[in-house]
Nanobody
Framework: QLQLVESGGGLVQAGDSLGLSCSASGRPGSNYVMGWFRQAPGKEREFVARIDQYGSTTNYADSVKGRFTISRDNAKNTMYLQMTSLKPEDTADYFC???????????????????WGQGTQVTVSS
């Protein structure tokens, strides 16, 4: 089993930047495609970004493209999400996710992702 633990959430103002981290344990994180989802109060879980096992290919939701950057350090078994130009609509619980599928078969659907962290809260005030 792959265990995922997020950190770095908090309260920021609109326009600020914030970085999230996801620490993987139990198995080498490098075996897995990794990503981030988020869920705002009263809304469904939403895909944010994903990254392949090597850190060379990434994909973003249109709502965060150009503002968020996903990256990973396999030597540290850690994945990151750097968020800039934050907006109030970015307020949500952010979840680190992992998938044992190959990258092209790991889509933006929550059902494609096998492992989920507990989430970290991000609140952006206007």
């Amino acid at each position: 089993q792959l265990q995922l633990v997020e950190s770095g959430g908090g309260l920021v103002q609109a326009g600020d930047s914030l970085g999230l981290s996801c620490s993987a344990s139990g198995r080498p994180g490098s075996n897995y495609v990794m990503g981030w989802f988020r869920q705002a109060p009263g809304k469904e879980r939403e895909f944010v970004a994903r990254i392949d096992q090597y850190g060379s290919t990434t994909n973003y939701a249109d709502s965060v493209k150009g503002r968020f950057t996903i990256s990973r350090d396999n030597a540290k078994n850690t994945m990151y999400l750097q968020m800039t130009s934050l907006k109030p609509e970015d307020t949500a619980d952010y979840f680190c996710v992992g998938s044992g599928r190959t990258y092209i078969y790991t889509t933006s659907s929550p059902s494609d992702w096998d492992f989920w962290g507990q989430g970290t809260q991000v609140t952006v005030s206007s």
